[in-house]
């Protein structure tokens, strides 16, 4: 890692232009260069034909070695939590207000030089009645340190999604990076269209919201997949260019579970930038079995916990005695996170530090042989220097008519949508 004696001038002057006030605030004698999520999407578009990860920090050991392989890669990553994950209802230690203290601390401990923003990701809206008091829970989250958030009010009807992120963008602080959704991530079902995707952004447009990035269902699942089957590459670009207008980058959920040579075509033939890993780096922390695009091989129908790798032996006797107690089974598994941190964090160093060290190098794969994301952590310093600012500036630009995007006008075109958004169910992560 960086010694801080090594820190370059251009490093420096980034530190100081680049970090927004939230995390100056938060953190003013810190060396870790934390960034708007909008500097992250800036830089894949600049480098062309890539993305990085936004890795699913549900432990601290997934933060270290995330953190660590994009060091090596010199890539400019994202750290995030769900709001199912770390919510106040939430399955994991890590949490939407300790995440950027956490990352800030780990950058400031192994020297980490490469900009990282820290997310909110899947800030779930599933009624009109959520919009309220999501409006004192956003703020408290950039009082915590998130620089990026994603409004998902993709739960409900197209239009009543529209107007939950226009009510809720005046939250968010301008330099921020944002995330929209539409259709949420159920596989084969309900898959998105252009015209429910078209939908969303012309009215935020209307409304002067330039998102960064929409999440669409694009055929792939959240959690442990069975086989080999997700993202439709086809239906991702198809969408991607009817938005083109609006320059509005992917987020591609779900990336557990799908196989490097799709993940490839996605960063080459799509315009995603931003790409969640969650489920393969808590597995791979804990020393599972997992094929070569992180999915967890079962037998009988149970992980395979690898001898050396991962978690103490004892650990893991453990941790399966509580999900059996408990009836977690499969990716039920992801509720072990919470009560099993400490435990975790207690364990002999060579065992913590082999539980980072595999996710490491999981990520520094994904980057730099997959994601194409390498050197993009010197093309955030460089616009950084560039701008002058904590913000890149806008995304887009205004094209379309608010007077034609009014509530009434929204609720009416809604009627039109032609769309199946799948079965209910539980699909926030």
């Given at each position: 890692?960086?010694?801080?004696?090594?820190?370059?001038?251009?490093?420096?002057?980034?530190l100081?232009?680049?970090?927004?006030?939230?995390?100056?605030?938060?953190?003013?004698?810190?060396?870790?260069?934390?960034?708007?999520?909008?500097?992250?999407?800036?830089?894949?578009?600049?480098?062309?034909?890539?993305?990085?990860?936004?890795?699913?920090?549900?432990?601290?050991?997934?933060i270290?070695?995330?953190?660590?392989?994009?060091?090596?890669?010199?890539?400019?990553?994202?750290?995030?939590?769900?709001?199912?994950?770390?919510?106040?209802?939430?399955?994991?230690?890590?949490?939407?207000?300790?995440?950027?203290?956490?990352?800030?601390?780990?950058m400031?401990?192994?020297?980490?030089?490469?900009?990282?923003?820290?997310?909110?990701?899947?800030?779930?809206?599933?009624?009109?009645?959520?919009?309220?008091?999501?409006?004192?829970?956003?703020?408290?989250?950039?009082?915590?340190?998130?620089?990026?958030?994603?409004?998902?009010?993709?739960?409900?009807?197209d239009?009543?999604?529209?107007?939950a992120?226009?009510?809720?963008?005046?939250?968010?602080?301008?330099?921020?990076?944002?995330?929209?959704?539409?259709?949420?991530?159920?596989?084969?079902?309900?898959?998105?269209?252009?015209?429910?995707?078209?939908?969303?952004?012309?009215?935020l447009?209307?409304?002067?919201?330039?998102?960064?990035?929409?999440?669409?269902?694009?055929?792939?699942?959240?959690?442990?997949?069975?086989?080999?089957?997700?993202?439709?590459?086809?239906?991702?670009?198809?969408?991607?260019?009817?938005?083109?207008?609006?320059?509005?980058?992917?987020?591609?959920?779900?990336?557990?579970?799908?196989?490097s040579?799709?993940?490839?075509?996605?960063?080459?033939?799509?315009?995603?930038?931003?790409?969640?890993?969650?489920?393969?780096?808590?597995?791979?922390?804990?020393?599972?079995?997992?094929?070569?695009?992180?999915?967890?091989?079962?037998?009988?129908?149970?992980?395979?916990k690898?001898?050396?790798?991962?978690?103490?032996?004892?650990?893991?006797?453990?941790?399966?005695?509580?999900?059996?107690?408990?009836?977690?089974?499969?990716?039920?598994?992801?509720?072990?996170?919470?009560?099993?941190?400490?435990?975790?964090?207690v364990?002999?160093?060579?065992?913590?530090?082999?539980?980072?060290?595999?996710?490491?190098?999981?990520?520094?794969?994904?980057?730099?042989?997959?994601?194409?994301?390498?050197?993009?952590?010197?093309?955030?310093?460089?616009?950084?220097?560039?701008?002058?600012?904590?913000?890149?500036?806008?995304?887009?630009e205004?094209?379309?008519?608010?007077?034609?995007?009014t509530?009434?006008?929204?609720?009416?075109?809604?009627?039109?949508?032609?769309?199946?958004?799948?079965?209910?169910?539980?699909?926030?992560?």
């Amino acid at each position: 890692m960086t010694n801080p004696k090594e820190y370059s001038s251009d490093f420096k002057t980034a530190l100081d232009l680049g970090r927004p006030p939230n995390v100056k605030k938060l953190f003013p004698n810190s060396k870790a260069l934390l960034v708007s999520g909008k500097y992250i999407d800036h830089a894949m578009l600049i480098k062309g034909n890539c993305m990085t990860i936004a890795a699913n920090g549900r432990n601290s050991f997934v933060i270290r070695g995330a953190l660590a392989a994009a060091q090596r890669a010199n890539a400019a990553i994202i750290i995030e939590i769900a709001r199912s994950e770390g919510g106040t209802a939430a399955y994991c230690a890590v949490n939407l207000w300790n995440i950027a203290r956490q990352t800030d601390a780990f950058m400031n401990e192994l020297g980490i030089t490469v900009p990282v923003a820290i997310h909110a990701d899947h800030f779930g809206i599933k009624k009109p009645e959520d919009v309220e008091p999501a409006k004192q829970e956003i703020q408290s989250l950039f009082d915590a340190g998130i620089t990026s958030i994603a409004i998902d009010a993709s739960h409900m009807p197209d239009d009543q999604n529209l107007l939950a992120n226009l009510e809720l963008y005046p939250c968010i602080p301008d330099w921020a990076g944002l995330e929209t959704e539409v259709g949420e991530i159920k596989g084969k079902l309900g898959l998105s269209t252009d015209e429910e995707a078209l939908f969303l952004i012309r009215g935020l447009n209307a409304h002067n919201i330039f998102p960064n990035w929409i999440a669409l269902n694009n055929g792939t699942t959240h959690g442990i997949e069975a086989s080999d089957a997700g993202i439709n590459v086809e239906l991702t670009a198809q969408i991607h260019e009817a938005l083109s207008r609006y320059k509005v980058s992917g987020a591609q959920h779900g990336t557990s579970g799908n196989n490097s040579e799709r993940l490839r075509n996605i960063a080459a033939k799509t315009r995603t930038t931003k790409a969640n890993v969650a489920t393969a780096l808590q597995m791979i922390s804990w020393g599972l079995k997992v094929n070569d695009y992180g999915n967890a091989i079962l037998e009988n129908g149970d992980f395979i916990k690898q001898k050396g790798r991962g978690v103490s032996e004892y650990m893991w006797s453990q941790m399966l005695a509580h999900a059996e107690a408990n009836g977690l089974k499969g990716g039920n598994f992801k509720k072990l996170n919470l009560p099993f941190e400490n435990q975790l964090l207690v364990q002999a160093k060579e065992i913590r530090d082999r539980m980072a060290k595999d996710v490491e190098n999981f990520i520094f794969g994904l980057l730099t042989n997959v994601f194409n994301a390498e050197d993009t952590a010197s093309i955030v310093i460089d616009e950084i220097l560039k701008h002058k600012s904590y913000t890149p500036g806008l995304k887009a630009e205004k094209i379309e008519s608010e007077k034609e995007w009014t509530k009434e006008k929204i609720k009416e075109k809604a009627l039109n949508i032609t769309a199946d958004k799948g079965p209910e169910g539980d699909f926030d992560d």
